[in-house]
């Protein structure tokens, strides 16, 4: 069954979608081409993918960062995973939200620490709290900084 993703929204209670795997055609394509068999989910090294409320794959950064790595792109049959060159393998970045430690005072830069691509600064702001900021430019979104946030301040948004 294919559903609409705007009434897929709605059922959901207006959250978002879910992040689909690394290099996942636009989202209608997405679940046409999908059959749900679970290769992609198997076949992660990181073990970050789970099934949605519908069996389709999503990334789950709870569980660690993308490597983009390919393994789900090589396993899709179905061309839902179609990686291009010169293609990133989506357009997420990390998005820091009040809940973050620095902004209680309290000094905290594990996000920083687990960022590869040195996307996460630290400067100070008014009042003295030193707040991490996102580089844009340089966040490939895979998601390391949310799966060890202690207090899930950071999130990944398109």
């Known amino acids: 069954m ?7 929204l709605f059922l959901r209670g207006g959250k978002p979608l879910p992040i689909r795997p690394p290099w996942a055609v636009e989202e209608n394509d997405f679940l046409k081409r999908c059959n749900r ?3 992609c989910l198997a076949h992660c090294p990181q073990r970050i993918l789970d ?3 519908l069996g389709y794959p999503m990334v789950n950064f709870g569980k660690g960062g993308c490597t ?4 789900c792109v090589q396993e899709c049959s179905e061309q839902a995973l179609v990686m291009q060159s010169g293609v990133p393998p989506w357009q ?6 009040e809940a973050c430690l620095n902004g ?16 996460i600064i630290f400067q100070p702001s ?3 709290r030193i707040l991490p900021q996102l580089v844009a430019a340089e966040c490939n979104g895979c998601g390391a900084c949310q799966a060890v946030c202690p ?6 948004l398109a």
Do not use: L, Y
Request: with cysteine; proline share 6%; net charge positive.
């Open 92 to 97: 997420h970045k990390a998005v820091f939200s």
């Open 51 to 53: 099934s949605d409320w």
């Open 126 to 128: 008014p009042g003295g």
């Open 2 to 8: 294919i559903m609409n993703p705007n009434r897929r």
């Open 104 to 119: 209680q005072g309290i000094p905290c830069r594990t996000c920083g620490e687990q960022c590869d691509s040195s996307a």
């Open 68 to 71: 983009f790595c390919g393994a």
């Open 151 to 156: 207090v899930q301040a950071v999130s990944m």
């Open 37 to 39: 068999c679970g290769a």
